[in-house]
DNA sequence: ACCATAAAAATTGTTCAACAATTCGACAAG
DNA sequence: CTTGTCGAATTGTTGAACAATTTTTATGGT
């Protein structure tokens, strides 16, 4: 007969179903999944009526979901106006490009660890036999992840919760682009030839082949990125 | 455990000045003040009921200051249970350290602007002339200007951002060392050290000093930081 | 038709009171 | 020493109310 020796192990992570999150937080998840998708795009008002009965809560936890949700850049506050779906300025892209460079770059001046590294190469698996389907949104997807995973390189969970809200933001130019391929296509290979340095123990090549890789893309995205502007 | 009893002490003239932002930011605000100027010490326990009172502002109003407040890490959401004022373990620190080496070493290492230069000249000198008149705690203020404006020749409104929540953080730390001499003495000289080789435009030594000199500041931290646990 | 402007409607900001759900301490029983 | 139970305190959430502000509509003069 096997004797259990700790009752306990391996409990911890299942009361997060149990005991799920407040209602306000499970709201949040709801809108920035919503807005991350593009169904709900940048400019769009949230009214507070609307929603509040559509979703079955009150307007009070609406507004401390529309609160959390402001707080990651993802939801404008404009007082005695509303909140609306963030849009970027061209000023905003160029800073998330800036911030991407360092601590992405940084990442990769790292010696890496066998799990970030295993990440990473399954990212730049996907994103190739994504783009062999034509699937650019997957492809999308998947260069997500290889960022995200390089900022893992870093060993730091506050650089990876700044680098997840970082690219929801991103999200919310990416889906304004019309032609998903053009911005995902020239980045595929480009991901190898990184991963490849990074293996190869050549962290500073990796580092500053990663800044050009980080300035066209944010070229390309830029080029053509004429937003919407609020007016006042 | 110390659990402070009176979190409303002096809270009561305070929301006087008139209504800029929206109550809840106001409330924040104040909050967030106490907070980092140690007044309301790590583990404290926020009281809906006391501070609604207090500050004479409802619950919900509260309760969305209270969510603020929580994103920027400086109050702990512990469900049916209350907020408190964090309590940064041992990791957390360590952390905050991994962060700042990432972007005040992305800073140091990039060619300075004439302002951002500036302003950390000016870090320097206060921290110099503060430290000759025993006064540890303006030292210690100085010293957060400096790294503060370290991260600026980033250019990055981000990431000034995420400094500034880094160093309130931090606060919550160096609140409870008893010895805020011993503290900050030793980085005076260091600070201008570190200006000379951005100023001689040495910027990957800069880079180099600056990371050993924050390797002794977290190990100076960490040494006899020993936090209140929470218990469960 | 044009435009200023006043009235009306809609929306947000904030408060309040209520109640359910959960935690915590004390105390009793096994 | 563990377990169970009661009750008080506290948080979680709701719904309604009203003030402040913005937006829309209606109005009237030129």
């Keep these: 007969m096997v004797t259990v020796r700790n009752a306990v192990a391996g409990l911890e992570g299942v009361r997060s179903r149990i005991g799920r999150a407040s209602v306000a937080e499970e709201v949040a998840d709801v809108l920035r999944e919503r807005i991350i998708e593009g169904v709900l ?6 009214l507070e009526g609307e929603i509040s009965e559509a979703l079955q809560v009150s307007r009070n936890t609406l507004r401390e979901a529309f609160r959390l949700l402001g707080h990651e850049r993802l939801l404008e506050h404009r007082r005695n106006k509303g909140v609306f779906v963030r849009i970027l300025s061209a000023a905003d892209v160029a800073d998330l490009y800036r911030v991407r460079r360092v ?5 990769v001046r ?3 660890s066998p799990a970030a590294l295993a990440a990473i190469r399954e990212a730049v698996t996907d994103a190739l036999r994504a783009a062999e389907q034509d699937d650019w949104t997957a492809v999308g997807t998947a260069n997500s992840r290889f960022h995200q995973a390089i900022v893992t390189l870093n060993q730091s969970p506050r650089l990876d919760e700044s680098m997840r809200h970082l690219l929801a933001e ?5 889906h304004v682009m019309k032609n998903q391929r053009s911005l995902h296509e020239p980045f595929v290979e480009r991901n190898r030839e990184l991963l490849d340095l990074i293996e190869a123990g050549r962290a500073e090549e990796a580092g500053r082949y990663l800044e050009s890789y980080l300035d066209d893309a944010e070229k390309l995205l830029l080029q053509d990125y004429e937003p919407e502007r609020f007016r006042d």
Tied chains: 1, 2.
């Design 41 to 46: 795009p940048p400019g769009t008002q949230l």
């Design 103 to 107: 601590i992405e770059g940084a990442g």
């Design 170 to 174: 991103l999200r919310l130019v990416f």
């Design 110 to 112: 790292r010696t890496p």
